[in-house]
């Protein structure tokens, strides 16, 4: 079993910033690529960023350059610093992980979510 568990979320002004967390547990033999995504009601779940093992990033349009993800491997964790946050940014972010159990088994695992909230 694996557990992913984000921390950081919380109201801010739009300008500001916040850093979110997530730390891997559990029956872990190997994390592979690492990621952040959102969701806001009535819309799919959309990627925000990825990072590979290596520590080779991708984002997409809409954060590139405002958002940075990175991950320490000796930690399990991953973080993404968002700075200059817009009212768009506001949605549930969730962490995932691609990851090989120690049964050997593969699959995504999945945060519970936290809220971030960008408003005036």
């Known amino acids: 079993q694996v557990q992913l568990v984000e921390s950081g979320g919380g109201l801010v002004q739009p300008g500001g910033s916040l850093r979110l967390s997530c730390t891997a547990s559990?029956?872990?033999?190997?994390?592979?690529?690492m990621g952040w995504y959102r969701q806001n009601p009535g819309k799919e779940r959309e990627l925000v960023a990825t990072i590979s093992h290596g520590g080779s990033t991708n984002y997409s349009d809409s954060v590139r350059g405002r958002f940075t993800i990175s991950r320490d491997n000796a930690k399990n964790t991953v973080s993404l610093q968002l700075n200059s946050l817009k009212p768009e940014d506001t949605a549930v972010y969730y962490c995932n992980a691609y990851v090989t159990t120690q049964l050997l088994l593969h699959g995504a695992a999945w945060g519970q979510g936290t809220q971030v909230t960008v408003s005036s």
């Open positions: 559990g029956s872990i033999f190997s994390i592979h690529d």
